[in-house]
């Protein structure tokens, strides 16, 4: 049976109901503590973030650079206007703590494994874009022993594969 913080996951157990938040606080701390605070009320059980570092991610000379929203020119502006600092992070997993619920944040780049690492959260969630990230999966597991959730959202039977065959044989 799996165990993530106080809640028990598995056969005869109750849904382990994830709050997605992603990154619609659109850099605002006020706004996710606002969103942790309605879910708390909701009753789910975690609350999930994404944590994106421009400069991990992008670069000013990809060829796809293209303008993004009427706010952002390019998904670099995007995720630097939307990025957390470590105090930041910190503050909203203490808040989360607060209000009973699990918190949890998908990384897209090493450096942000690192940070989730260092905050010592109680899962790794890994977005279905990054399923067949194996270079930042194997750096989740040389780092940490705790639980591994994958979404399959946005990934097609072949990277599901790839991903059970991949943590099969490495006894996950």
Not at 1 to 22: D, Q, R
Not at 56 to 64: G, I, R, V, Y
Request: with cysteine; net charge positive; glycine share 4%.
């Amino acid at each position: 049976m799996l165990k993530i913080e106080n809640k028990f996951l598995g056969n005869n157990k109750p849904c382990f109901v994830i709050a997605e938040v992603g990154l619609a606080h659109d850099g605002s701390v006020g706004i996710a503590k606002s969103f942790i605070d309605l879910i708390s009320d909701a009753g789910a059980d975690a609350v999930k973030f994404q944590m994106h570092i421009a400069e991990e991610e992008s670069s000013s000379k990809e060829k796809f650079r293209k303008k993004f929203s009427s706010q952002d020119s390019t998904r670099w502006d995007y995720w630097k206007r939307t990025s957390f600092t470590i105090k930041q992070w910190m503050e909203l997993k203490k808040y989360s703590e607060k209000k009973k619920l699990v918190f949890l944040c998908s990384p897209f780049s090493l450096k942000a494994v690192e940070i989730l690492n260092n905050l010592k959260i109680a899962a790794w969630k890994i977005a279905s874009g990054e399923l067949s990230n194996s270079i930042m999966i194997k750096k989740i597991l040389k780092l940490s022993k705790k639980p591994l959730i994958l979404s399959t959202g946005l990934s097609d039977e072949k990277k599901i594969n790839f991903i059970l065959k991949f943590l099969n044989k490495k006894n996950i």
